[in-house]
């Protein structure tokens, strides 16, 4: 029987939808995925905190905390770490704002052990396919330190982001409406980053994907030449594909000012997909419900950038 008046024990109050709420920290929120992991994760109803070294610059929905930190400062980090539950971890830190070589590229090893500390349970972690040839030193580290860390945690293994097309062809579309390419027939998957983001916004909210290392593709395996007559449809204009050599893209590269470190690791990957096409993976649908965008979806969402 149940006791009233005074002496009488009292239970706690239930809390509030709003205190139910957990708060998730999304690092590298202004990068091409966090933005939309942001978003995706405001619609779903999560109280967000953004993490990002210009505040001003931000531009987020109403409703996302936006905090001022810099992962390559473990102490910015330690502070925006108070009071989360999940975290999306982008796994670099830059040394300087302009980066040019990977000399400026940290890798966030100590990260997923303050957020450890902190009282954070769940990371998902931006990560590459290229784990799993045995490629990419940096997201190997990123992937060990996460496991270590002790903490529930998912991979976001994901291949060739097209946004790599517009850097790599954006500015000889825009300027002659042509894209020279030294590997013609090599086949590649790309994927929309909003397909990435949609995945790390179902594995921070939901159980069931701790543990995992989710490969991430588009939809179609296209070769280099199919991937330009898709990106011509998809932004509305004409597009020229002019075959190079090898070492014609190489010099290429170079006179666009890449750096030669990230040229070679290009011209290495190129040679990698020759010898072994990558492999569609329906891991998107598979987590999300819904198919990945095309590229030339991709495309037409980026058409004015091509223009």
């Known amino acids: 029987m149940s006791r009233s008046g005074p002496g009488a024990s009292r239970s706690a109050p239930e809390p509030t939808v709003e205190e139910r709420r957990v708060t ?9 995925v966090g933005r939309h992991v942001v978003e995706g994760l405001v619609r779903k109803g999560a109280r967000v905190r953004a993490l990002t070294r210009d505040p001003a610059r931000a531009g987020f929905s109403d409703g996302v905390e936006v905090v001022r930190g810099d992962l390559s400062r473990l102490d910015s980090c330690r502070t925006a770490l108070e009071g989360v539950t999940a975290m999306y971890l982008f796994p670099l830190a830059y040394r300087t704002s302009d980066v040019q070589s990977f000399a400026d590229v940290a890798v966030n090893t100590e990260v997923p052990g303050l957020a450890a500390e902190a009282g954070v349970r769940r990371i998902v972690l931006l990560s590459s396919n290229a784990v799993l040839y045995g490629a990419d030193e940096h997201h190997q580290q990123a992937e060990a330190a996460v496991e270590a860390s002790g903490l529930e945690y998912t991979h976001l293994r994901s291949g060739e982001f097209a946004m790599n097309k517009l850097f790599g062809w954006g500015e000889s579309i825009r300027k002659e409406g042509v894209v020279r390419s030294g590997f013609p027939e090599v086949v590649g998957v790309p994927i929309h980053q909003a397909d990435v983001a949609a995945v790390a916004v179902v594995a921070l909210l939901e159980d069931g994907h701790q543990g995992r290392g989710y490969e991430l593709t588009g939809p179609q395996a296209l070769t280099e030449r199919e991937q330009v007559g898709e990106i011509a449809a998809g932004c509305g204009r004409g597009i020229r594909f002019e075959e190079l050599t090898p070492e014609q893209a190489r010099e290429n590269w170079l ?12 011209m290495a990957h190129s040679a990698h997909f020759a010898e072994k096409a990558p492999v569609v993976r329906n891991t998107v649908q598979e987590v999300t419900g819904r198919p990945a965008r095309t590229l030339r979806q991709w495309a037409a969402d980026h058409a004015k950038l091509f223009r």
């Open 24 to 32: 998730i920290l999304v690092t590298g929120a202004r990068g091409n």
């Open 255 to 266: 006179a666009q000012g890449m750096p030669a470190e990230v040229v070679d690791e290009m």
